[in-house]
């Protein structure tokens, strides 16, 4: 017998316009452009107002897939990417893609529905049904809101809006029961138009809080009495302009960046100690410091201690700025807590630097030698592995005009998260930081080139693309010419070396691996086995200016890497 599920569709009167179509005409209104779904029996009513926008639509292969993507389109292009996902196994699948957009603090628009407005939480085994999915999802939300009548719409939408642009961003998620979905909307407020040639009014500016300016002079007061200050960036001034660049210089100060804040400073500025705040000499500047300005940074273990050894320590008077009341004493207790937006406060700062009657020579603060003493310490610490990969990375960056590196949690991604400069933000991104999930690397990849339209490189494992290799035919049904950097170690390299080094028995961690060059035909992408440096420079030339994927497969014990990394010059 076969069964037939019929869509809960409108009714032969169907409304003149339902909540759904209203839905997406708001969208396009607070300017959305892509969207990421796999259409559903409980959502398919979401997409009758899609042709009448601008809004372009991606199936991905898998709701985690669609997370990724919307994950990687925003930082790479800071506009938001928004999911559409059906009721139940669709919000399960998604929460990994939402933890990590969460702890990295991403915004994405998450909009599913959930059952009719009479069956949802009633535990009748309606199809879908979770006993409370509005709560189970709220856990990796900044907020989760039900829609239970079109009237509500207009306000919900700002709401979630207004946290993407004033607050400490991240995802949303907003549910509509589908009988909401397709209730009439016509009475319910609708976007605002011009009469302009344009199709939008502009939007109501929503900014994160002004930074107290009397704080900011207790900070440059405080600063008088400093001989090793220290700056620390972190993500959250990932689109702060030139004047990152110029606090440093005023205040002569060493400066870290975030793996999220790769870019900020130029490759090999004079006071830039990089991504090295983990390593034992980048780690004794900032311990050795009296002063320390962390702005846009929550200090948090996958930045400052990527080793785990709990070593991390900040001695110094610790002055913090950020969005986020509540991270602002967490981990560490700022002697001068400062609730801002990180671009207002650092120019506010240049400012006052740059009006200051006292004589800047005089602070002496020595940040030149303190900075080339870390980098010879850097040096004795490279192993040939961390030369060899940053050299491949390095080689890419330097050989592809503008293009974005977009990681897994694989080794090239956690030597290039210490030693891979990037040449401006949003050019360095992966999901070894905050939840630190595998199978980000390829989806989030898709979403970083549909955002940006530039160069893409997946760096991903041979165990971790399994887990979303799906996506592959996704970049291919699109004709991006994605570059997979496929590092192939035989199964889980890195956890394998842990068990070793730890005495553990050797189960799990080498796992069969897949003949890449059959799966990448069978998705419609390219295959190459790189073995040479020649011979990746000459297909980077042609591959990235295709109309496909193409995976480059690299075997981590290939000696070219291991020649590479004897010319590679780093932190000089």
Not at 260 to 269: C, S, T
Request: with cysteine.
């Amino acid at each position: 017998m076969t069964h037939s599920i019929k869509s809960p569709s409108l009714s032969s009167t169907r409304s003149s316009l339902t909540c759904g179509e209203l839905l997406v005409q708001w969208l396009e209104y607070y300017g959305v452009e892509t969207v990421f779904g796999i259409p559903g029996v409980h959502t398919v009513e979401l997409y009758r107002g899609l042709p009448n926008t601008k809004i372009r639509h991606i199936t991905p292969r898998h709701e985690q897939g669609a997370g990724f993507m919307a994950d990687g389109y925003y930082r790479a292009s800071g506009k938001i990417g928004v999911c559409f996902i059906i009721t139940g196994p669709g919000m399960t699948n998604i929460m990994t893609a939402m933890a990590q957009a969460l702890a990295d603090s991403i915004p994405m628009l998450i909009i599913s529905s959930v059952n009719k407005v009479k069956d949802t939480g009633s535990g009748e085994g309606h199809l879908h049904e979770l006993h409370d999915q509005q709560g189970m999802v709220s856990k990796v939300a900044l907020t989760s809101k039900t829609i239970w009548q079109p009237e509500s719409l207009p306000k919900v939408i700002a709401e979630a809006f207004a946290l993407f642009n004033g607050a400490r961003p991240g995802p949303v998620h907003i549910q509509l029961p589908i009988d909401v979905i397709t209730a009439d909307a016509s009475h319910v407020e609708k976007p605002p138009r011009s009469n302009t040639s344009a199709d939008h009014v502009s939007l109501p500016q929503i900014m994160r809080p002004l930074p107290n300016p009397a704080q900011l002079d207790l900070i440059i007061e405080s600063l008088k009495t400093a001989k090793n200050p220290v700056l620390l960036y972190g993500g959250g001034c990932v689109d702060v302009d030139q004047d990152a660049q110029k606090l440093a210089e005023l205040i002569d100060a060493p400066t870290f960046l975030t793996i999220n804040a790769k870019g900020l400073l130029p490759p090999r500025h004079r006071l830039s100690l990089g991504s090295n705040q983990s390593l034992a000499a980048g780690r004794a500047v900032i311990t050795e410091a009296d002063w320390v300005l962390a702005i846009g940074t929550e200090l948090g273990e996958t930045d400052y201690d990527v080793f785990f050894n709990g070593g991390f320590r900040i001695n110094g008077t610790l002055i913090r700025i950020d969005c986020d009341a509540a991270q602002l004493q967490r981990p560490f207790r700022a002697d001068i807590a400062v609730l801002g937006d990180a671009q207002l406060a650092i120019s506010g700062l240049c400012a006052r630097l740059k009006g200051q009657a006292f004589d800047h020579q005089a602070l002496d603060h020595k940040a030149l030698s303190r900075v080339n003493n870390a980098k010879q310490a850097l040096l004795k610490e490279i192993t040939p592995d961390f030369a060899g990969q940053n050299a491949l990375l390095q080689l890419i960056r330097d050989e592809v005009e503008d293009v974005i590196f977009v990681g897994d949690s694989t080794q090239p991604v956690y030597s290039g998260n210490l030693g891979f400069e990037a040449l401006s933000t949003r050019r360095w991104f992966n999901s070894s930081t905050g939840f630190g999930t595998l199978g980000y690397g390829l989806p989030a990849a898709i979403g970083a080139m549909i955002g940006s339209k530039v160069p893409v490189v997946s760096l991903i494992g041979d165990g971790g693309i399994q887990f979303t290799i799906a996506e592959l035919i996704c970049a291919a049904e699109l004709e991006l010419p994605l570059i997979v950097l496929l590092w192939n170690n035989q199964g889980y390299g890195e956890i394998r070396r842990y068990m070793e080094e730890g005495g553990l028995p050797l189960i799990g961690v080498n796992i069969k691996t897949p003949n890449f060059e059959s799966l990448a035909a069978g998705f419609g992408a390219g295959y190459r086995r790189i073995t040479d440096k020649q011979q990746l420079l000459d297909a980077l030339k042609t591959d990235t200016k295709g109309k496909q994927p193409i995976i480059y497969e690299i075997d981590e014990s290939d000696a070219f890497l291991t020649e590479m990394g004897k010319d590679f010059a780093c932190f000089t």
